[in-house]
């Protein structure tokens, strides 16, 4: 808030100034103009983040301030290198790397890849913003669909962003702070985000007015999270909008009651393939007078 005071504070001493030189108001202030008061922009838009390449995935990460969105890179050369490593990444991501990588190679079969992918080359992962050191256990499913998005020369989807760890097994543990992930997501115009199973009671923590806009997937394996992240198509099992599945309502089938009158009186009824039988007998009606 002191920035905003004093972001404040410098519009209003600029218009006064102006109006200081001779300058005839009003003054209006638009997006168009500020830069003629304040300089240029502090901040990068958002818009100029999204990639359209392979080798890319979008990740989400937790600072004391607040959520932070990664852009995990990845790409192959010939090296003898198994893995490298770049961005300022903490021994904690450095470990998700190397099991991410580790599962690709012995699960080759099922992702589609020649066992000898790898041969004679070297993958190089890297973290844009270098200069700020990253670490934390929650970019491991981000790094391995930025390598498999390398591997299979395809993109990810737009809009989506995602957040937990991986096993060598394939798990996908539970996260911290993902409120404050999703706000971030939110604010860099992430629409979709693919979380932890274990975390889906915590999307209730999200605003109302951020959650209704939102498409969450839960996962508990990687390989739903490579299915969600290149499919061109909503998955299925996603939380839309409010953060609740919504139950299509059963209608029950009313069994038919087909009756038939005998000629001693019974009444013989018919209901979802039995026969009843009533005894109780109608009265006869009376002569009038």
Known sequence: MRNLERTLATLCRKVTRRIATGENGPFNITNKNIEEFLGHATFIEKDSFHYDQPGIATGLAWTSVGGEVLFIEARQMVGKTPLTITGQIGKVMQESAMAALTFIRSNHDKLGLKPDFLEGKEVHVHVPAGAIPKDGPSAGITIATAMISLFTNTIVRKRLAMTGEITLSGKVLPIGGLKEKVL??????????????????????????????????????????????????????????????????????????????????????????????????????????
């Open 184 to 289: 971030a997501a939110y604010r860099y115009g992430m629409r979709e985000i693919i979380l932890p199973k274990t975390n889906e009671s915590h999307i209730e923590d999200v605003p109302e007015e951020v959650r209704s806009k939102m498409t969450f997937y839960p996962v508990s394996e990687i390989m739903e999270v490579f299915e969600i992240a290149f499919s061109k198509k909503t998955a299925r099992g996603s939380v839309k909008k409010t953060g609740q599945a919504k139950k299509a309502p059963v209608k029950k089938k009313k069994a038919k009651i087909a009756a038939k009158k005998t000629g001693n009186g019974e009444v013989i009824k018919k209901r979802g393939g039995k026969t009843i039988k009533s005894t109780r007998r109608r009265p006869r009606s009376q002569p009038s007078a």
